[in-house]
């Protein structure tokens, strides 16, 4: 259902869709992603259509160099984007990262709150304009598109945010981009933040002002639609909101919103395509280990279950009664495509095909030898489990430690015993162990297998699928030293996806660590 609209509404505005998941979602604690696993991101979000891809922060470190040069180099359709501080060396880091992209765009950015000039920057008003003003030009000799951010804008005065952003449009900016940082505002001031630039600002039609909300009072998404409303045209989005402390504005939350009350936004629409969002939001939450709220809005796993009977009812007889949007348009209809064992390869490869979902040849036959395995346990394999399958069959390829056979059994008193095997390189090593429970029995044979001593500080069980046969996902974190390492592992049995889980964490830590050398014992119980 929508409030009339179409697609691009008559006397409608586009409203620019810049995804920060590869750099400010990324800064979600824990969310560390790799190399590949950012490309793998960043093809999934030109398939949904984002405008903008902001792919990282290149002066942060030479990893963040290289993730944003590679993408610069692969993504063709999204503008790509580096963040840089507004000083000359981040600039040229971000240059160079950004270089091999077809349409590249530095970001620069300085605070200009009161607060954080004289207790971060140290800094007078006027040394910032001068900054701004050097920074801008020295982004423009590299780039045409520059987008310049005020960080902590919200809590800025007005005037001196008004100077600021005129220096930049003087100085070439052509996105002037509005942080919420510290997720301070509200919709009503947001609104009047925005018209008050507009008013204000000599050229700044030449412009499209940016809005970017932090979620720290719940308000992102309300704040950004508040924006859109007053005239801001681009929205920095993250997927399934993930980022910074409570997280950035969620990319669904906004697009869903524009498409079904579009007319409360002027008739505002995203070139968003719509049926990639469920499955975007799993590539995210699997690869980043940041599991998605059940009852998150358009992505949770309950967005559109209908519990209660009256509720139930309405939707046998007129599926409007109780949804406001059809689910199908968000991506859900992959829960739908339902495989059986009797499918054939061609049918798994239209399946794949159908799911956007590409593997190379000997990776399909691994994934589908893994379906049929499923298909014996699962009634009804859907597009969700084939999706969490080649995410976790690319995740078991990349990884340096291999589950080889696992036993956990549970005595009275819930003590448990476990024994494990496990592979690198060819070299197999055994690991046995009690515990409080079969997960903790398991967890502790791999630690006797691996031997590197961690911590875990995070531990989270999701189902793929509704149903009491649905495949588990679990997702961890360790912490090594100082160092986090997060894995994900899937199988029907929610033992055996945490310790596929356990150990993809700690094989990341081996692939980090190549000198490791496994501790365990080189022969196990069962051989
Ligand atoms: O929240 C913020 O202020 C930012 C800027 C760097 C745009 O992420
Ligand atoms: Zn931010």
């Known amino acids: 259902m929508s409030d009339g609209e179409s697609n691009v509404p008559e006397n409608g505005h586009r409203v620019i869709v810049f995804d920060t998941t590869l750099r400010d979602g990324e800064q979600s604690p824990g969310a560390t992603l790799t190399a590949d696993e950012k490309l793998e991101v960043a093809d999934a979000l030109v398939a ?8 990282g922060f290149p002066a942060a470190s030479p990893g963040d160099f290289e993730a944003v040069r590679a993408i610069a180099s692969r993504v063709r359709g999204a503008t790509v984007a580096g963040l840089a501080r507004a000083n000359a060396g981040d600039i040229e880091r971000a240059a160079q990262a950004v270089k091999p992209a077809a349409s590249p765009r530095i970001h620069t950015f300085i605070a200009t709150s009161d607060i954080h000039l ?5 800094m007078t008003r006027d040394d910032v304009l001068e900054r701004v003003a050097t920074s801008v030009a020295l982004a423009k000799s590299f780039v045409s598109d520059v987008e ?4 902590d804008a919200t809590r800025t005065d007005h005037d001196f945010l008004v100077k600021v952003f005129q220096v930049a449009i003087d100085a070439g900016a052509t996105t002037l981009n509005v942080p919420d940082t510290v997720g301070y505002s509200t919709p009503g001031e947001m609104a009047h933040l925005i018209e ?4 204000n600002l000599d050229r700044v039609d030449d412009c499209i002002i940016s809005v970017h909300c932090h979620d720290d009072l719940g308000m992102a998404t309300a704040n950004t ?3 859109v409303r007053a005239g801001a045209r681009q929205v920095e989005v993250t997927m399934n909101g993930i980022g910074e402390r409570a997280g950035n504005t969620s990319l669904e939350e906004v697009v869903m919103a524009l498409a079904t ?3 409360q936004f002027g008739g505002a629409a995203t070139r968003i395509e719509r049926s990639r969002l469920v499955p975007t939001s799993r590539l995210v939450s699997t690869l980043t280990g940041v599991a998605v709220q059940v009852n998150k809005a358009i992505v949770g796993a309950n967005a559109f279950a209908h519990e209660a009977g009256i509720h139930q009812d309405g939707m046998l007889k007129e599926r409007t009664t109780y949804e406001i949007m059809d689910p199908t348009d968000v991506g859900w209809e992959g829960t739908r495509l339902v495989l059986g064992k009797h499918s054939g390869r061609a049918g798994f490869r239209n399946a794949l095909n159908e799911l956007g979902l590409k593997l190379p040849d000997d990776g399909v036959d691994q994934v589908y030898r893994r379906f049929l395995e499923l298909a014996d346990r699962k009634k009804n394999v859907t597009g969700a489990d084939i999706a969490a399958l080649v995410s976790d069959e690319r995740a078991v390829e990349g990884s340096e430690l291999h589950l080889v056979r696992w036993n956990a059994s549970i005595g009275s008193g819930g003590s448990a015993t476990a024994s494990i095997v496990i592979e690198r390189d060819g070299i197999e090593s055994a690991g046995d162990a009690e515990g409080n429970g079969p997960v903790n029995a398991l967890f502790a044979a791999i630690d006797a297998a691996v031997g590197v001593e961690n911590e ?3 531990y989270h069980v999701e189902a793929v699928t509704p149903g009491e046969d649905a495949q588990g996902q679990v997702h961890v974190r ?4 100082t160092e986090m390492f997060t894995g994900h592992g899937l199988a029907t049995d929610i033992v055996e996806a945490s310790a596929r889980a356990y150990l993809a964490a700690l094989g990341q830590y081996v692939r980090h660590r190549p000198d490791t050398v496994l501790m365990g014992s080189s022969t196990s119980r069962w051989s």
Do not use: P, Q
Not at 478 to 481: A, G, H, N, R
């Open 48 to 55: 949904l259509n984002v405008d903008v891809i902001e792919a």
């Open 118 to 122: 004289k207790h971060k920057l140290r």
């Open 148 to 151: 310049f951010s005020c960080e």
């Open 196 to 199: 008050y630039l507009r008013a």
């Open 225 to 227: 639609l508040s924006a």
């Open 261 to 263: 009350r579009s007319r």
């Open 456 to 458: 875990l500080t995070y």
């Open 478 to 481: 360790i912490k090594v030293d």
